[in-house]
């Protein structure tokens, strides 16, 4: 981070609604061409940031820096049109009076464009967006999915430094999220433009961000790399926000380092994993285990509970000596409900007993 | 939305509006005062005598029953066009809104020339209604008055703010359409059917026009006939005192009805989702049915009198009747001639002068004080409405009398005193309601205060703002309270020349020239009604 500052950096933010802090003492940075995503469920602060960055609502106590610039502080605060934000904002606010020509041509026209020049230049990106029949419509004549699109268009069109998403993909079916996050990765491979996502869908967060932050009542849990919070959670709460997550009773005879596997005891069993456990000390543990982690050929004992077919994969529920565990595996059911399976474990992240680490 | 200052106006906005505030209404109201105080108690004693006590009930018992019945009127007529399948929906949206067009002493005026004794029906069918002057007769004919007030407010609430999804909702949890109207589209349309109760419960208590021709043969005294009468036929200085102590304790009670509608009434809704409005959930076959009752009311309250009040200033004299026979257009030509040119070119002037200005007034206050914690201010103008125009003409008499007699711009003032409420409430309501979202994108998208007013919230208020105009300029054209006291020569309007001509006993020429109003009104308010772009905006066509 030295030399090119930071398109985005908070520090201690903090933002108050009456008595209510709805964001605490949250610090966090995006860098050039970087996609952060910030993951929590409802009320955890995350559309707070999103408008305490866009400048809607000035925090009352940290600092917002937008490329190096202060842009808020305590008494201070720049407006959000000279802010260079491009925000798509969750429940579209398209403008109920414009088309989508001018909706996307009007950041162009605040930007010093001609009228002229500001249509061509709209009409261009909304065929870029393969928008071009919906230049004519107003909002009540677009389907939700268009209007955010419109919304996305608008967005582009300012031209920003940084982009602002909020619960971006919400409300559109598949391909259409497919081709938003194609063009937003186009995007900042050509300009290097930032973005950060607010979103409380874990699929998401993990295929559209570098970097993902967790969020629990307006503080970060969290932050690192999609494998980061997805493989390394610092606690059960994190762990269960960042996908489907089982806690497997086990008793840790060897953590392992490097190359050497780690060995554990579950139920009467003791076996190896193929990977080391991050762990201090040896004895009781819980461990984390993604149903990912687990495949149905191994010599550990368990029953099925439940299975779920979902098309490309299964889900199974297996009653096992160290507990309740969720088994993903590809394709159609194998096993029926109250079949006695044998399974093995790939990986495991220990939890701390007692705290949930 | 506690921090949300980027949506107020600013600080400036609201400087303006409190200087505006402070030089139309608080200066007249000091300077009357301190003409009251200098009287010592002796004014304030002497409202305890009955005749005022009198005044008093009778301007509160107006006030509650006129206020309920058109509401009840109000309600029930926007949700049949609103939420009905009906036929003609959009026929009858407009014809709800003609009798607002007439002017309220004209509407009185040509009840009498329908219904009184000797009056068309009775003509005709031989039947009339004796009740027409006095209590009875006020109360009706300011309720039929008010009905398309409520209505014209709470249909607009309705078609801007009805989200059918919330509606559908209740009715796919097993609410019934009833149940929907009462659990969901009423308290959704809340802020719309409060503002208009208040606006008709201050319009009923401060009437003068139709008290005064009505009430005023039958020995029934409201108070601001009472006041009138004080003013203008005594001349001693102990009526005058009357006048102030009287004038003060309207104003009082008055101010009370609105501040307790402004703490109970639903003031605010929540904001509006993006989910569009569309002009109607209903399906099904299209009937005439639930408007009958609706065209009904039109018939009576406004057709059947207006052909009487036409009847009457087409037939030759008092007393004959009116059969083509007898048909001569005398009195349109007298009415239209020299001597009331100048007034009628003084009431369009000061209608177009006050819908302008007090719009802007209107909008300043309501965009300086949105969601900034400043309720205070929009009371404030509110409760300029309260001042009846009786007290506010004497103030601004008082006050600027001696700079500005005989003007036109004394009236003005008074009329943006007067109107500046009338502007406000509709814009409150929809600023209220619509959603911070729109306006965070427009700055988000690089533009700044002015430039987002301009390109964005202004076109979606542009409904609520067409309509706030329309209204202002409908009060200006029919306004005679204050401008009976505030005329001069040279600046009478049409409005007073009526009334003096109805008190004159002229029937004749006074009917001539109530057409001749009315047709200006239904002439320059038709056209702005059909334009395309107020109707649909307003979702109406």
Redesign the interface.
Known sequence: MTGTPAVLACHDLTV???SATAVDGVSLEVAAGESLALLGPSGSGKTTIL?AI?????P?AGRIELRGKIVAELGRSV?????R???V?Q????????SALETVA??MR??GAAPDAARAEAARLLDRLGLAKLAGRR??ELSGGE?QRV?LA??I??DPDLF?FDEPTAHLDTPLRAALQEELAARRASTGTAAVTATHDVGEALAVADRVVLLRDGRVVQVGTPRDVYERPVDVWAGRLTGPASLLGATILEPGTGDRPARLRIGNHEVALPSALDAQDVGEAQLLVRPDWVTLDGELPGTVEGLWYRGPHTDYRIASPGGRIDVREPGPPRFAPGAAVGWRLHRAWPMAAETGR | ??????IAGGIGGRLFAVGALLLLVGIPIVTLVANALADGAEPLLSLASDRSVDAWRNSLLVAAAVTALSVLGGVAAALATERLAVRGRTALRIGMLLPLLVPDFVTAFSWQQAYAPGGLVDDVVGVSASWLLGPIGVIVVLTAGAIPLVYLVVAAGLATRAEPELERAARASGATRLDVWRSVTIPLAGPSIAGAATLVMVMSMNAFAIPSVLGTPEGFVTMTTRIYRDLAFAADSESFSRVLALSVLLAGSTLVVIGVADRLLPGRGPAR??V?ASSSMASGRRSWLPTAPLWAYLGLSTALPLVALVLTALTRGIGLPPVPSNWTLDHFAEALGNRFGPAISNTLLLAVLAASAALVLGAVVVLGSRRSGRQWLGTAVSATFAVPGTVLAVSVLLAYGGALRDTLWLVLVAYLAKFWAVAHRPVAGAVDLM????I??????????I??LR??TI??L?PALAAAWLLVFLFALHEVTMSILLYGPGSETMAVLILNLQQLGDPTVTAALSVVLTAITLAAALPLLARRGLLRRLGWA
């Open positions: 108050r609604y009456g408008s866009a400048g809607f609502i000035e009352v407006p959000p049109e000279r802010r934000i491009g925000m904002f429940h579209y606010a398209l403008w109920p009076h414009l009007y950041p605040r930007g909002p009540a209007q919304g608008r967005a069109a300012r602002l | 939305m506690v921090s949300d200052r980027r989702s993006g569009s959603s911070p979202d729109p965070r994108a427009a700055h988000a998208s690089g533009a700044g205060p430039t987002t390109t964005i076109p979606i542009r």
